[in-house]
């Protein structure tokens, strides 16, 4: 596997993407999440372009602008579409052999493609994707009742709660929480993303992390019934655990390999020069060559605030 770095533009900011080269026709375009640099935490997504890449894929991650090696100024998930058809169209200009791009997304990276109505690509594998609002948004009534579920599962929870170590209010306030219906519609966010989506007519696959509550939460706005959904248990946020981590992969790797009837037509705009295509590749970006193997380093911002359920 061949790994090589690149830049693009995007609204005459200078963005910074990497590559793992692949011979496949189909490729996958990785979003990050938060403000997570394109490595991802503990080198994650490094790792999962790798193995992506060895099935015969090629893959692209980068920086969205103000984060990481990128120029310009960091405006969050809401303001990232641009920057996901400017790598979009990178990708295509630096493996001009592609003739289908699937995009993936984890957390507001999700919903930053589905606000996006797909970005022009031509598929998407949504992770958990991030349904709340605001900083001081309360966890869904849904999401409070699994904690609770697993808590009475928990001897060790039942003892603190038993023995005086749970606050009293925030349990009562838990527990009136936990009592509120779940919404029969999408509301908010959560319906924002769901119009994008249904924008988009290409095939999608929605996963969800069974133990994390990002992931309940988007459930709890969600039709539980859509046959795109796919959930795995025992998963946390971000698959970190050996079976999970297959899982996903298996799950990406799937849709990568979705046979189309018919020839599939050239991408669109595959036209060189302008906004979007790539202006140089480079052996490395700055302190790339220091952190072999691109191992995790801050961005100087955080992921959205998960809200938190009293014991």
Known sequence: ?????????????????????????????????????????????ARFAARIAAAGFPVLRFDRRGVGDSEGENGGFRSSAPDIRAALEAFRSECPHLRRIVGFGNCDAASALMLAR???????????????????????????????????????????????????????????????????????????????????????????AERDRTGLAFLANWDKSDSRLRRCAGATHSYVEPEAREWLAMQVLEVLKASYPGKMPLPRGRQAGGIGAAQHTSPCTRDEAARAGEPFRGSGGSAPRIPSVPE
């Open 1 to 45: 596997m061949t790994r090589r770095h690149v830049t693009f533009s995007c609204e005459g900011h200078r963005l910074v993407a990497t590559i793992d080269e692949a011979s496949g026709e189909t490729g996958l375009l990785l979003v990050s999440g938060g403000n997570e640099v394109r490595a991802g935490a503990w080198n994650g997504q």
């Open 118 to 208: 797909g970005a022009d690509l031509d598929g998407l594998v949504l992770s958990n994707p991030w349904t709340l609002e605001g900083e001081e948004a309360e966890a869904p009534a849904q999401v409070v009742r699994d904690h609770y579920r697993r808590r009475l599962a928990d001897p060790a929870a039942i003892l603190r709660l038993l023995t005086g170590q749970v606050p009293i209010g925030g349990l009562i306030r838990s527990l009136l929480a936990a009592a509120r219906p779940s919404p029969a519609q999408p509301v908010g966010l959560a319906q924002e993303i769901a119009q994008g989506l249904a924008a988009f007519s290409s095939e999608v696959r929605l996963l969800v």
